[in-house]
């Protein structure tokens, strides 16, 4: 039995620590800069001629490829953000016809020798235009009934039907 117990112990000091390890990497409450919030970085490239075709809103063929490569859809063009030197906003055309023509997809930053490429996160897109698509103030409420709306309402029948099934359990018989 002593044996057991040091055992638990044991997992317990390693699930603990393993808790403390894991803990570390969660982003401060609120950090607008969180890799979650803002972005993903993909990969990074060495400079070349990269940042001249930038400069000048070309999408360079190498960075095209190499997303390609990856997985994911080619830039159609860039914008540089204004305001901020080395960086840029690559767009994507969409097909699909009830989506935006056009969504800024991707966050191209210059790194010393390097560009990083880096995936806009959903969060991102959902605080720039969420108001404008959807025309409610409050974003909870535009996130929960407009973008999830059907995830919300099966989660909502969910909890319903639980609810009236608990109900129709607990209900006493009365003895006629």
């Not at 997985?71 to 540089?80: A, L």
């Not at 800024?104 to 404008?132: H, M, P, Q, T």
């Not at 919300?152 to 359990?169: D, H, P």
Request: hydrophobic content about 40%; glycine content about 6%.
């Amino acid at each position: 039995m002593k044996s057991l117990r040091a055992i638990a112990l044991i997992l317990i000091f390693l699930l603990c620590g393993l808790f403390i390890y894991v803990a570390e990497d969660i982003p401060v409450f609120g950090d607008p800069e969180a890799p979650p919030i803002k972005s993903v970085k993909l990969f990074t490239m060495e400079v070349d001629q990269v940042v001249s075709l930038l400069d000048q809103h070309i999408v360079p063929e190498k960075l095209s490829r190499e997303l390609v490569k990856r997985g994911f859809p080619p830039p159609s063009h860039i914008e540089k953000i204004p305001g901020i030197d080395g960086e840029w906003n690559a767009f994507i055309e969409k097909e699909e016809p009830h989506y935006a023509k056009e969504e800024k997809y991707y966050w191209i930053k210059k790194e010393g020798n390097n560009v990083s490429v880096s995936r806009y996160a959903f969060v991102v897109r959902w605080i720039e235009k969420g108001l404008k698509e959807t025309a409610v103030p409050n974003m909870v409420t535009y996130g929960l009934a407009d973008y999830r709306g059907y995830d919300t309402l099966g989660e909502t029948t969910v909890i319903f039907t639980a609810g009236v099934s608990v109900i129709l359990l607990l209900r006493r018989r009365s003895r006629l």
